[in-house]
């Protein structure tokens, strides 16, 4: 089985204009982020996916490996796909550019789904961890998601889910935004309509519930620091050791 990583990589960040390339500890984050999934010696190969020249040459001149997107992609999804078409890859894991935390253990998880699966019922496989902080909770940048007791994703929302009337207490769960695909799925990814669900909550993940595919949730206590806005670039600062 021939397993790979691939993290797409925009300039132009919407909430953070090229995050990627702020420094982080003497090296752009998205350096920082090649390098550690890299080091979680999980990869036959990893590539960085972008539609910056920028962000291409910095990976190229940090030694990595960078493919050029030769049209314009709205997810990450969409960016991988085009990167991995010619490619003879069984797994392809998409991990998020802007997570330089990225750590083996999760990674690992999320692809042993697929070693556990001979039948080939999963088409990918994606990571969750609980929540507890009402903030974050109720902040729509947070997707969460449900699950039924496989596991399997039922719903993704920006909203709060599930919303809890009892007495009791209710386990909620961040979406963590990394995904393994079987190369198949990420193919058909690229010829399914957007949804209405899609639409609405700009997540790219329901595409597939939508369409009938299988997404096995993978519980991890590790949770990183996820840079989306200078505040968080701050926080990474703080914590990198």
Not at 50 to 74: F, L, N, P, R, Y
Not at 85 to 105: H, K, L, S, W, Y
Not at 160 to 172: C, F, L
Request: with cysteine; charged share 30%.
């Amino acid at each position: 089985m021939k397993i790979i990583a691939v993290i797409p990589a925009r300039y132009a960040a919407t909430r953070f204009p090229a995050k990627l390339m702020q420094d982080l500890a003497g090296k752009p984050v998205i350096v920082r982020t090649y390098e550690a999934t890299v080091n979680t010696g999980l990869f036959d190969e990893v590539f960085v996916a972008t539609d910056s020249e920028v962000i291409m040459d910095t990976i190229k001149s940090a030694g990595g490996k960078a493919i050029m997107s030769k049209e314009q992609h709205d997810c990450g999804s969409d960016r991988i796909a085009e990167a991995v078409a010619d490619m003879e890859v069984d797994i392809v894991v998409n991990v998020q550019g802007d997570e330089p935390f990225t750590e083996r253990e999760s990674l690992a998880r999320v692809i042993d789904v697929f070693k556990q699966d001979p039948d080939a019922v999963i088409d990918l496989a994606s990571i969750m961890t609980r929540i507890t902080n009402k903030e974050e909770i109720d902040n729509p940048n947070t997707v969460k998601v449900i699950v039924d007791q496989e596991d399997f994703a039922m719903y993704f929302s920006r909203s709060p889910i599930p919303h809890n009337r009892s007495d009791g207490e209710v386990a909620v769960f961040k979406h963590k935004g990394i995904y393994a695909f079987r190369k198949r799925a990420l193919k058909d990814f690229t010829t399914l309509p957007i949804g209405p669900l899609e639409a609405a909550e700009k997540v790219e993940a329901l595409r597939f519930l939508e369409h009938g595919k299988k997404i096995k949730m993978v519980e991890s206590e590790v949770t990183g620091i996820e840079i989306d806005t200078p505040e968080d670039l701050e926080r990474a600062k703080a914590a990198w050791t």
